[in-house]
């Protein structure tokens, strides 16, 4: 080994050390309770082979807690995407103070989800200052959070609200990549600004689109904090994902062995759902030029 390798192992090993540590042990340990019924309170652990990774595939409130996720995704990926294009064209478009505006909208990403989860869910409680005024002025009685439909498209949105400045501004970025001479020989050519934008800007804009789809699909997998604010993954356990169902599992149920499967079963769905998609949209970058 001579010195450069060497030198290479030393400046890489803080990484290495913290990837075993925090990331590789958890990892086995995980792999190790699920093969588990240990509940991490008694002293007595049964071991159950792969009994946690069946009973999880058969359990209907298992399989409803996927079929949750995949509505998350389907409601709050469009929408994440339409808000921070929004936003990116919309700031892009300003002819001066571009950054403080962006950095405004960067700031709902910096809050607390706990914060905002508690800030809605007052906003739009029942008897919530929202509520009262619809129900007194307008004649409307609407249960935001009590009703199945409405609570998924409430916490999609917040959510959608709080990541939109931070993709925003890798759209941002995207867009000033263009070559605004196209849209100068566009606008001689008199093509309209809708055609202009799913023309040019749309296709020429793919690898920042494609970063923000990715990273908007990772964040639907992983919807929790707002869920168990919100709703509780209620009602009728409309907005229960597996994320609320391993933690109910784990720390209500005291099923520890049980929830870690259910997680690791989640973490195998959830990478192959990404790998689809970036097939998916790597498709649809070819026919655009992209390689």
Avoid: C
Avoid at 26 to 44: E, Y
Avoid at 143 to 148: K, Q, R, S, T, V
């Amino acid at each position: 080994m001579n010195k450069n390798t060497k030198l290479g192992w030393l400046f890489t090993s803080p990484y290495l050390i913290f990837t075993f540590i925090f990331f590789l042990l958890p990892l086995l340990w995980s792999f190790w309770l699920a093969l588990t019924s240990w509940n991490m309170i008694s002293p007595d652990v049964e071991f159950v082979g792969i009994k946690n990774f069946i009973d999880a595939v058969k359990s209907p409130a298992i399989q409803s807690a996927f079929v949750v996720t995949y509505k998350f995704l389907i409601v709050f990926v469009p929408m994440a995407m339409i808000m921070s294009m929004i936003i990116a064209l919309l700031v892009n478009s300003l002819p001066k103070l571009k950054g403080l505006y962006m950095v405004a909208f960067f700031l709902p990403y910096l809050s607390s989800g706990v914060v905002t989860s508690l800030i809605v869910k007052g906003l739009l409680s029942y008897n919530g200052p929202f509520n009262t005024f619809l129900r007194n002025k307008m004649g409307w009685d609407i249960d935001w959070l009590g009703n199945p439909h409405t609570a998924i498209i409430i916490v999609s949105l917040m959510i959608a609200w709080k990541m939109s400045g931070y993709y925003g501004l890798i759209l941002i970025s995207g867009l000033s990549n263009i070559n605004q001479e196209i849209y100068e020989a566009a606008a001689i050519d008199g093509v309209t600004p809708w055609n202009r934008f799913w023309k040019i800007t749309f296709p020429m804009l793919y690898p920042a689109f494609f970063t923000v789809a990715v990273l908007a699909v990772g964040v639907s997998f992983g919807i929790f904090t707002e869920v168990y604010q919100l709703t509780g993954g209620g009602p009728n356990f409309a907005t229960n994902t597996w994320q609320m169902e391993i933690y109910n599992q784990a720390f209500v149920g005291l099923k520890s062995g049980y929830a870690s499967a259910v997680a690791l079963l989640a973490s195998v769905v959830t990478f192959a759902s990404i790998g689809i998609i970036r097939k998916l949209l790597e498709k649809w970058g070819e026919r655009n030029g992209w390689t």
